[in-house]
Structure formats: structure tokens, C-alpha cells
């Protein structure tokens, strides 16, 4: 009610200030994290979105965003919590697009009432991607044979350390197109009337803040304090919302704690390399 009576009274007469509770999510989207970086899923950002939500009196919610993209599954996962809780607490939220906010960064840029981007931020790649490598000639190379016992034909499809099989990049391209839709789908409902008659919309391109604002993609251009100051008044303070640090300063996701750290290191060393590479390679193709 405190609110609802806020809202209705003009900023000029409006004696208390108004605190907008701030989260940022930064980084590539994936399902797992290593010591040394921290990734986007639901499990490292529940925590603080249901603790920005849970603020009191708050009109809304500011989210710092800067994502390249990566998992479509935590992609919405993420999308979905902010607009559940959007809904539940009956609040307002407001996507900052730093960087770059491309592929599943947009789509959790999605959930926002408003997108204000930066004149220069990146914006879009509203497509499906998936990338890999092939290690049958390096592994023929240093003399490895490569082993591989199924039940189920189709068990071991793209296969990194076996020729690739046409009919299995087909079946790949076939999951895609859906995975593509259904991106398309949530960009049309979240964005509706907003979104320009361009051909070029779902492509996967991707440009500048100025030019979304013309597609349709942001609401605005600016910066966080400026326009939620001009939304809410000179006195609106920004509180910053964050998870607790664990060891060696790494955040804490829903359960609070981190693996064992040996497991952690011996887990990490396999495959540490090949995710590096990968969340480089999301960053790299829009310039960053």
C-alpha cells in the first residue's frame, strides 16, 4: 500500500527516498563454474535476485547486465525467476545493458519491463549456436585408438573424437531451428509491438544500442543512475545487492558452499582449457 501511495504522489512532494535495489550478472552463460571464473546460471544467481526482490517498498529492481550468451537452458531459467518474481512482488524491472547483452544474455535481458542500453553497447545475436572441435586426426597423430561401445545408434552423435556424420549434423540443425523458435517466441511476447519490421531481427545479427533502439530491442539509451534518478527523484539511492564470498573471494551460489578443493583443482584440470576457450570465444565475437 506504502507503494501504491507512493507512485501516486508527485516526485517534488515525495519526502522519504526511494531505494532501488541493484544486481549485476556478468559473465558467459553456463551450467558450471571453475575457481578461477564465475559464470551466469541459476544456480550462482538465484540467490541474490530473490534477495533483491525481497527488499521493502521498493518500486523496483535495476539489473547490471553484460553477457555474451551461452547455455539457452540457463538462459531462461534466469529469465524466468526475474519475471516470476517481477509478478510475485509486484515490482518493476529495469535491464542496464553494459557491454553486451547477445544471444542468451538478450533473452535474460527479456525479462525486463524496460532495457536501457548504452549508445555503444552490443545488442541481439537472437539466434542458436553450437560450436566444438574435432580431435580425430590429432589423436591418429600421437597414436591413440579411440574406443566407443553403444546401445543406441545414435549415443554417440558428434563425437569430438570421431569423423563428423552428415546425418548427425542434420539432426543437430533440426534441434536448433526449434531451440530458435522458441527464442523468436519469447523476444515476440516480452517485446510484442516494440519490435521493427525487419527482416534482419532473427538472424542472429547484432548491433549497437543506438541502432536496437530503433529495432525495437531497448526501451532507451542512458546510463543506471541517470534515468532511475529522473524516474524516482534526486534523493533515489541505489543499493547494491550481493552474494557472500567464499573461498578465495569466489561467490557462493544457492547451497552456500564450494566443492573440495583438491576434487575442485583435479575436476577443473581436464576440461578447464576447452571451457576457457569456449567463454573466450563467446566474448571474442563481439569484440570484447
Avoid at 89 to 103: G, L, M, P
Avoid at 228 to 255: D, H, M, N, V, W
Wanted: no cysteine.
Amino acid at each position: 500500500m506504502r507503494r501504491l501511495v507512493s507512485r501516486l504522489v508527485p516526485k517534488k512532494f515525495r519526502g522519504d527516498a526511494v531505494t532501488i535495489p541493484v544486481i549485476r550478472l556478468s559473465g558467459a552463460i553456463m551450467p558450471s563454474n571453475s575457481l578461477t571464473r564465475q559464470n551466469l546460471s541459476l544456480a550462482t544467481t538465484a540467490t541474490v535476485i530473490e534477495k533483491a526482490f525481497a527488499v521493502p517498498d521498493a518500486p523496483a529492481v535495476a539489473i547490471a547486465l553484460n553477457s555474451p550468451g551461452g547455455s539457452p537452458v540457463q538462459s531462461r531459467l534466469i529469465f524466468r525467476r526475474i519475471r516470476d518474481l517481477a509478478v510475485e512482488k509486484d515490482r518493476k524491472v529495469f535491464i542496464f545493458v553494459e557491454d553486451v547483452a547477445a544471444s542468451g544474455g538478450y533473452m535474460i535481458a527479456a525479462a525486463g519491463d524496460e532495457i536501457i542500453a548504452d549508445p555503444s553497447s552490443i545488442v541481439g545475436s537472437i539466434g542458436v549456436v553450437s560450436a566444438g572441435f574435432g580431435f580425430q586426426e590429432l589423436i591418429k597423430k600421437i597414436g591413440v585408438e579411440r574406443r566407443v561401445h553403444t546401445a543406441g545408434q545414435n549415443k554417440a552423435i558428434l563425437d569430438p573424437f570421431q569423423p563428423e556424420k552428415k546425418e548427425d549434423v542434420e539432426r543437430l540443425k533440426a534441434l536448433q531451428l526449434e531451440m530458435h523458435e522458441m527464442f523468436i517466441d519469447l523476444v515476440k511476447e516480452r517485446r510484442g509491438a516494440k519490435l521493427a519490421d525487419d527482416p534482419e531481427l532473427f538472424t542472429g545479427a547484432f548491433w549497437t544500442g543506438t541502432r536496437a533502439l530503433d529495432l525495437g530491442l531497448v526501451d532507451g539509451l542512458g546510463d543506471m543512475r541517470s534515468v532511475l534518478k529522473e524516474r524516482y527523484g534526486k534523493k533515489t539511492k541505489l543499493a547494491l545487492i550481493t552474494q557472500p564470498r567464499g573461498l578465495f573471494g569466489r561467490k557462493l551460489g544457492i547451497s552456500g558452499s564450494i566443492p573440495d578443493l583438491g576434487a575442485a583443482i583435479a575436476g577443473n584440470a581436464a576440461t578447464g582449457l576447452i571451457e576457457a576457450a569456449e567463454e573466450q570465444a563467446l566474448w571474442r565475437r563481439f569484440g570484447l
